[in-house]
C-alpha cells in the first residue's frame, strides 16, 4: 500500500448520526479521492480534493462533505448517516512529484448504518 | 463525460485456460487507461496502466493489456489463468494531466475452476 490509512476500517453506526471517515497518506501527493463501493455498481465517485482547502463533488456527493485541512489528510462526514450510505468507502490519492496519474487505494471502510 | 463500460459482470474460466477481459471506454481526449485487481477484503491494486506509446502494455502478474484506438478499448488478457488470479477486475480512465479523477468500469468478477 502507498502509504495510505483509513480509519476506522469499520463502523456501525445509527440512522441520523454524523460519521467521519479519516484517510491519512504519508505520500505527499496532491489529489485525494473519497469513492464508495456497492454490489452492482463498481466504485463511485463521492468527492475529490486538489490541494489544502480545494475540493470538489463527484456523482454522488448528495449527504456527504470532506475536508482537506492539511495536505495528508482527508476527512469524509456523513452528516445525518442513512442507511442507503451503508458501503464500503475508498481513499485514494494521486499525483505524486513524478507526476503519476494512477490512483493508488487504501484498504477500505466498511460503514453499516442500522 | 467520460465513461467505462465491462460488458461482462461475472467470468468463470478452467484453471491454465486463457482469459480476456473486455473494456471499452469513452473519453474526449487521450486516454490514460488503467486495469486494477481486487481481492476479496482488499483495496484495489493496479494491474498496468497506458499512456502513450506501444499499444500492448505488460503488467503485473502475467497481465497484459491492448490499447485499440479505433475501437476504444482496452482489453486485459492472460494467457495461462490460476486459481489465485480470482478475483474482481477493474478497467478505469484518466486524464493525461492527472487532475481529474479516474472513472471506473462496474467490475468483472472472475471465478476460476479446477
Known amino acids: 500500500d502507498a502509504g495510505i490509512t483509513q480509519s476506522p476500517r469499520h463502523k456501525v453506526t445509527e440512522t441520523g448520526t454524523p460519521v467521519t471517515l479519516r484517510c491519512h497518506q504519508t505520500?505527499?501527493?496532491?489529489?485525494m479521492y473519497w469513492y464508495r463501493q456497492d454490489p452492482g455498481h463498481g466504485l463511485r465517485l463521492i468527492h475529490y480534493s486538489y490541494g489544502v482547502k480545494d475540493t470538489d463533488k463527484g456523482e454522488v456527493s448528495d449527504g456527504y462533505s470532506v475536508s482537506r485541512s492539511k495536505t495528508e489528510d482527508f476527512l469524509l462526514t456523513l452528516e445525518s448517516a442513512t442507511s442507503s450510505q451503508t458501503s464500503v468507502y475508498f481513499c485514494?490519492?494521486?499525483?505524486?512529484?513524478?507526476?503519476?496519474?494512477?490512483?493508488?487505494f487504501g484498504q477500505g471502510t466498511r460503514l453499516t448504518v442500522v | 463525460a467520460q465513461s467505462v463500460t465491462q460488458p461482462d459482470i461475472h467470468i468463470t474460466v478452467s484453471e491454465g485456460a486463457s482469459l480476456e477481459l473486455r473494456c471499452n471506454y469513452s473519453?474526449?481526449?487521450?486516454?490514460?487507461l488503467f486495469w486494477y485487481v481486487q481481492s476479496p477484503g482488499q483495496g484495489l491494486q493496479l494491474l498496468l496502466k497506458y499512456f502513450s506509446g506501444d499499444t500492448l502494455v505488460q503488467g503485473i502478474k502475467g497481465f497484459e493489456a491492448e490499447f485499440k484506438r479505433s475501437q476504444s478499448s482496452f482489453n486485459l488478457r492472460k494467457p495461462s489463468v490460476h486459481w489465485s488470479d480470482a478475483a474482481e477486475y477493474f478497467c478505469?480512465?484518466?486524464?493525461?494531466?492527472?487532475?481529474?479523477?479516474?472513472?471506473f468500469g462496474k467490475g468483472t468478477r472472475l471465478s476460476v475452476i479446477a
Open positions: 485514494a490519492i494521486s499525483g505524486g512529484e513524478r507526476g503519476n496519474t494512477e490512483a493508488f
Open positions: 505520500e505527499n501527493h496532491r489529489y
Open positions: 473519453y474526449g481526449a487521450t486516454p490514460y
Open positions: 478505469a480512465v484518466g486524464s493525461y494531466s492527472g487532475n481529474t479523477p479516474l472513472v
